[in-house]
């Protein structure tokens, strides 16, 4: 049997990654939208990788960001991403639609855009890959919202109390031994904050700073995906 090869866009993003991946920042990119008001608003995501069997890339973000309500609505939902690896001096630019896979979020899509997978089994896999100090925020206030200390009680208190020996023997031998005991908080249920962002992506800009020439090619996505080499 035959194996479909990925788009050629897709190998060398894949190898890129594995050429960068001593460096932290290579699994951070830019990712841009437009506001109500017309206005670009572009922040740094975490790459969670690839919707197997697909093209698309995914993060994930809390369905009560503002992030959300630019992407809401089918005239909205458009992303570029801008990825650049220090390392091998190669930028990636993909810009597409956006599908939002919340619990929170009253949306469906066609199976295109899921693969073959299903919109539990996304949000489960993704929330699974989570660190319990990565999960704390969605259980926390809203984004943007005005800071209060006393917004850290909704958050497990693992955070707060470091897991060494150290600090748990400081706790030990308190001096108030007859204080109560703070109840630790195991967030394990999924929380309804919770959002994995599919980026689909439609055209890709990919360009070598380190080749002589320059390398320049633009990706389409007709049907197939198709190259382009073009001037740098």
Request: glycine letters at 4%; one cysteine or more.
């Amino acid at each position: 049997m035959t194996k479909i090869l990925d788009p050629l866009w897709q190998q060398r993003l894949t190898k890129s990654l594995h050429v960068n991946s001593s460096q932290v920042q290579s699994k951070y990119y830019q990712v841009a939208s437009v506001c109500s008001n017309g206005y670009p608003k572009n922040r740094t995501m975490v790459f969670r990788g690839f919707l197997s069997g697909t093209q698309s890339l995914l993060s994930v973000t809390d369905s009560r960001s503002e992030k959300i309500e630019e992407w809401q609505g089918e005239n909205k939902s458009r992303f570029e991403i801008c990825w650049y690896f220090s390392e091998s001096r190669e930028q990636f630019r993909l810009a597409g639609e956006v599908a939002l896979i919340s619990n929170s979020l009253d949306s469906s899509y066609e199976g295109w855009v899921l693969g073959k997978h299903t919109k539990q089994s996304i949000l489960k896999q993704q929330w699974s890959n989570l660190s319990t100090n990565a999960r704390e925020p969605f259980y926390s206030n809203s984004p943007k919202a005005p800071f209060s200390e006393d917004s850290m009680s909704s958050m497990p208190h693992d955070r707060l109390v470091n897991k060494g020996t150290d600090i748990k023997n400081e706790l030990d031998t308190s001096i108030n031994k007859n204080a109560p005991k703070k109840i630790v908080i195991h967030h394990t249920d999924m929380s309804d904050n919770f959002c994995v962002l599919i980026f689909i992506p439609h055209t890709v800009d990919y360009l070598n700073l380190r080749t002589k020439p320059q390398q320049r090619c633009l990706y389409a996505i007709q049907g197939d995906w198709k190259e382009h080499p073009v001037n740098p």
